[in-house]
């Protein structure tokens, strides 16, 4: 089983950058499909971006195209979410999961296809 865990998550304020990382292990990185979401308080968990599980095929939220890069490390066995000109609304707790293989190697946007999930990062955009 594999297991995830997100990393830098933080306070900044808005039009600034900010990467986190999905570290993986159990299994190699590159076994799963992986993706992100987020959840703000009050709101269901979106999907914000996924990579497939040979890195060759990314999709992304309407909202965060063009400003957030998902981007894999097979080195560190790391997941990424490159994150640019932060608004105010990306405000939220962000998680890492990955698909079950067994449904598939490809992107999806379906929560429910993702099994593994980390604990998530909080990130606070300010004015």
């Known amino acids: 089983q594999v297991q995830l865990v997100e990393s830098g998550g933080g306070l900044v304020q808005a039009g600034m950058s900010l990467r986190l990382s999905c570290g993986v292990s159990g299994r190699t990185v590159s076994a799963y499909a992986t993706g992100w979401f987020r959840q703000a308080p009050g709101n269901e968990r979106e999907f914000v971006a996924a990579?497939?599980?040979?890195?060759?095929?990314?999709i992304y939220a309407d909202s965060v195209k063009g400003r957030f890069t998902i981007s894999r490390d097979n080195s560190k066995n790391t997941v990424d979410l490159q994150m640019n000109s932060l608004k105010l609304e990306d405000t939220a707790v962000y998680y890492c999961?990955?698909?079950?293989?067994?449904?598939?190697?490809?992107?999806?946007?379906?929560?429910?296809?993702?099994?593994?999930w980390g604990q998530g990062t909080q990130v606070t955009v300010s004015s």
């Open positions: 999961a990955a698909r079950n293989p067994r449904r598939g190697l490809g992107v999806t946007r379906n929560r429910i296809e993702y099994d593994q």
């Open positions: 990579i497939s599980s040979g890195g060759g095929s990314t």
